[in-house]
Nanobody
Framework: VQLVESGGGLVQPGGSLRLSCAAS????????MNWHRQAPGKEREWVAA????????NYADSVKGRFTISRDNAKRTVNLQMNSLKPDDTAVYYC?????????WGQGTQVTVSS
């Protein structure tokens, strides 16, 4: 299983970024995918989730209405569109899946929201 995130960077408050996670090594369409984030000095927190077929989506209250999770099973990617970014969104963002009770993580991509 390999998960590779991309798309992070520096953005001003109110701006947007689109993160992507490329997956390989498992039957992608069969598994839910999640985005998590970890800010400096804080525990990793769950951000959003999408089921294998994309029919069920959930968000943390802190990002609801601003972030959109989506997936393209043909391309084996899961995306996170982040709008109206705030300084509190600054964190390393990770994609994640759980297969057979084991969690798999990417290496993360840094998102910094600052003026």
């Amino acid at each position: 299983v390999q998960l590779v995130e991309s798309g992070g960077g520096l953005v001003q408050p109110g701006g947007s970024l689109r993160l992507s996670c490329a997956a390989s090594g498992f039957t992608f369409s069969s598994y839910a995918m999640n985005w998590h984030r970890q800010a400096p000095g804080k525990e990793r927190e769950w951000v959003a989730a999408i089921t294998g077929a994309g029919g069920i989506i959930n968000y943390a209250d802190s990002v609801k209405g601003r972030f959109t999770i989506s997936r393209d099973n043909a391309k084996r990617t899961v995306n996170l569109q982040m709008n109206s970014l705030k300084p509190d969104d600054t964190a390393v963002y990770y994609c994640n899946t759980n297969i057979g009770g084991r969690n798999y993580w990417g290496q993360g991509t840094q998102v910094t929201v600052s003026s």
